[in-house]
DNA sequence: GCCAGCGTTTCAATAATTGAAACGCTGCTG
DNA sequence: CAGCAGCGTTTCAATTATTGAAACGCTGGC
């Protein structure tokens, strides 16, 4: 195991604890003495990527929220879609969002949240698994190559339990040209996505996430027919054809 | 100099390049060896920190995303100030953001920008001077133990020259209660701030920024008044006396 | 068909990491 | 108020990971 290795752990660490952490605790979490992990912390807190407070805990530092705000700016995908995906949030109330897949996983890109009071509210950068969502589906239809398909965890009832069973459903996917998963990955939540292509290939995908009840009563079309919508409209503007 | 400042380093020049560097470029520009660069990127890329698109091209990764978006949901005065400075911004079309000082430093820590085709879009997590900014002022004047002036760096005809200039200055903001520049900082941007006081302590400053010839136009009564509203306004968010 | 350049792997020489111990400090406690 | 426990930090010989030239397999251009 590397020393950078052991950075990152404590970085990621520190970002994922809310609240200050004190050394010792990082050591002892990090299983590491004391005067290892202020080594490791000090070139971190040198660039602000962690920073200490009054009393001396570390916690995560600005820098890398600039970081972060780096990496979103630079992706075309995000910011073509987001006046797409806020008119549409906004015309149903329900949540939109932006996947695509990276190094093989996953991830939210960007979003625009409904306005109910219990709604979907994905994190921006996080994963979500392959064979049990709709937006994976889309990719395991229309680009295979670019996720790679683990074990399937059983997440609910309704999680997809045979590789003979996600095969059938990639099919139907491809032909329809959208996907759905209600209750596949978490219990209450369904999801319609549909695939934003673009010079023939898999671009991305666009979804629509909401409670069950909620989705039963907007119906299966009108979901579908509007996450297509939306990945039509994301595709015409990355092609430029849309002021 | 330690394994982890190189990591760091890698880790920066990827974040700020647009367009992924080639492990051969990279490795020129860190001044170290392609099989030094290959093994420091590794653990980077085992995390998401980093990437390799097809063509083997190295690029920062979405993992940074997400822990910039930890650490600033984590900010409670910026989701406080978030809407006082949507508000403000749309009543007067012009830029508005929150600083705060952070480890000797100042950062943005959330803006709301105006509608002008030109108009001040300050970064996310950005740094700005001390000596040379209305915000830098304040903390001069409000909380000088948080942030630490280095040298005047002087940036245009207008930057305070001396450190008896600015002492004045200091007093001057001190007593009025917000503080102005008037590019002193970068030609043509002029700033109006406003302290935001909670427990007696200085908690951060809200800003308005714009172009210099607008400034004017709004006047400098109107621009400190309505600084120091929305200042005054997060204060009492953040002491939760206002739902 | 060749050459140049790429990302990657290898391995002895080297330089950084390691971790127990100690330091100065703070806050709690008897 | 003295004693103590725990903190963040610093130190330094023993250890271990890092280093970088060289070579590998590969791709794309000439």
Redesign the interface.
């Known amino acids: 195991m ?4 052991k ?2 752990d404590a ?2 660490l520190l ?2 604890r ?1 609240q200050a952490l004190r050394l010792a605790d990082l050591a002892r979490e990090l299983g590491m003495p004391r005067s290892s992990a202020h ?2 912390l ?8 962690a ?2 407070d009054g009393d001396g805990r570390y916690r ?13 700016s ?1 992706e075309p995908l995000a910011t073509a879609a987001k006046p797409v995906l806020e008119t549409a949030a906004a015309e149903l109330g329900e949540t939109f969002f932006l996947v695509v897949a ?2 093989g ?1 996953l ?1 939210v ?1 960007e979003k625009a949240e409904g306005n109910g009071f219990l709604r979907a509210a994905p ?4 994963n979500v698994p392959v064979h049990a969502t709709a937006v994976g589906k889309l990719y395991l239809a229309f680009a295979p190559e670019l996720v790679t398909l683990d074990e399937l965890a059983r997440y609910t009832p309704a999680t997809v339990r045979s590789r003979k069973a996600l095969d059938s459903e990639v099919d139907r996917v491809r032909a329809q040209g959208w996907a759905t998963n209600v209750e596949e990955w978490q219990a209450g939540l369904a999801v319609a996505a549909a695939p934003i292509m673009s010079h023939g290939q898999l671009q991305g995908a666009v979804a629509l996430a909401t409670v069950t009840a909620r989705f039963t009563a907007i119906g299966s079309t009108t979901a579908t027919r509007r996450v297509v919508h939306a990945a039509e409209g994301i595709a015409l503007r990355i092609e430029g054809r849309r002021p």
Chains 1, 2 share one sequence.
């Not at 590397?2 to 290795?5: A, K, Q, V, W």
């Not at 995560?60 to 979103?72: E, Q, S, Y």
């Open positions: 590397s020393t950078i290795d950075a990152l970085l990621f970002s994922e809310a080594r490791i000090a070139p971190l807190v040198k660039r602000g990527l920073e200490q995560a530092g600005f820098a890398l929220m600039a970081l972060g705000l780096n990496v979103a630079r990276r190094a996983r991830v890109l994190r921006l950068g996080a």
